[in-house]
């Protein structure tokens, strides 16, 4: 009964320790609205996240947009979406992305991943 005790004190001092260092990633929402990417209606160029921080690219426009990145941080292509409609992109390392839309080239912004 007493080995029972301390493994179970063990793996509780164990499981708190895990769950204080853990950091939780958080999601970012980049809206598509009037050809610029934007927070909280702001337009942004630059933005900082946190690896493993997931980024949700929203379409407000009335037309579609092709968010993507061809940068060794991480190269992606969301496809085309229509208004309405997010998509997703985890940056799981560090580093700086650039961000881009196919269809507006006057869209671009940078991720810089920390």
Excluded: W
């Excluded at 499981?15 to 702001?42: P, R, Y």
């Excluded at 991480?74 to 650039?98: N, Y």
């Amino acid at each position: 009964m007493m080995k029972q005790k301390y493994l179970f004190s063990i793996a509780l001092v164990g499981l708190t320790t895990l769950f204080s260092t853990m950091t939780f990633a958080e999601e970012h929402v980049v809206a598509q609205h009037s050809k610029s990417f934007q927070i909280d209606g702001k337009k942004i160029e630059t933005m900082t996240v946190k690896i493993g921080d997931v980024i949700r690219f929203k379409n407000e426009d009335p037309f579609f947009h092709n968010i993507f990145s061809l940068s060794d941080l991480k190269t992606f292509d969301l496809g085309s979406f229509p208004k309405g409609q997010s998509k997703t992109v985890t940056f799981d390392k560090a580093g700086m992305a650039e961000v881009e839309c196919a269809i507006h080239p006057e869209m671009y912004m940078e991720v810089s991943v920390q």
